[in-house]
């Protein structure tokens, strides 16, 4: 799937959690984690050194600044908002270099590109689309789908990411975390 050099390239893991995923509303505890990653091969035994992670919560409020357009917090609100934060950090990070956003949902990565259209979170889909053409303007970019709880290395500790900040607790520093761990 991949046409851009692996070596010479950025990776971002996302993920999205959600604590509740019945009866949701904008108080609903949902959360995203990132991980950026220079030199991964994309197979999952964690080559590559961390550039930077990042995490935050589903924001639902119209009147915060980092507002995208997520009503509720769900599970699907927190994948959607994960890949919309990674967006922007490559849109602030600025260089030119080669970048692959890394995902477990499908329905992240085909919205983000049109491939699908949306039946809801469409404000917040909407946002996502428009990060989504501003930033392949101006570097290439793509989105692979990796499969989510198998251990591949990067995808779990931006899973282990998420779930904390749902969690409201601190994520486990690399140093001692283990993948699985969540």
Same mark, same amino acid.
């Given at each position: ?43 999952? =035994?964690? +080559?590559?050194?961390? %550039? $930077?992670? *990042? ?7 119209? !009147? ?54 949306? =039946?809801? +979170?469409?404000?917040? %889909? $909407?946002? *996502? ?7 392949? !303007? ?45």
């Amino acid at each position: 799937m991949s046409v851009l050099n692996r070596s010479e390239m950025i990776s971002i893991y996302v993920d999205g959690s959600c604590l509740e995923n019945q009866n949701v509303d904008q108080n609903t505890p949902a959360a995203w984690g990132l991980v950026v990653v220079s030199g991964d091969n994309g197979l999952g =035994k964690g +080559n590559g050194e961390i %550039v $930077e992670e *990042l995490f935050g919560n589903v924001v639902t409020s119209p !009147s915060d600044k980092k507002y995208l357009g997520a009503a509720v917090g769900s599970n699907n609100t927190a994948e959607l908002s994960g890949f919309a934060e990674a967006l922007r950090w490559l849109l602030i990070e600025g260089s030119d270099i080669p970048a692959v956003i890394r995902t477990d949902s499908l329905y992240a990565g085909n919205l983000a590109t049109g491939k699908w259209k949306p =039946k809801a +979170n469409k404000k917040l %889909v $909407e946002s *996502l689309q428009k990060l989504w053409i501003e930033v392949s !303007s101006i570097r290439d970019v793509e989105w692979e789908h990796v499969k989510a709880h198998r251990g591949h290395r990067w995808n779990e500790r931006a899973d282990h990411l998420a779930l904390r900040c749902a969690q409201r607790t601190s994520p486990i520093p690399l140093s001692f975390w283990k993948p699985g761990q969540r």
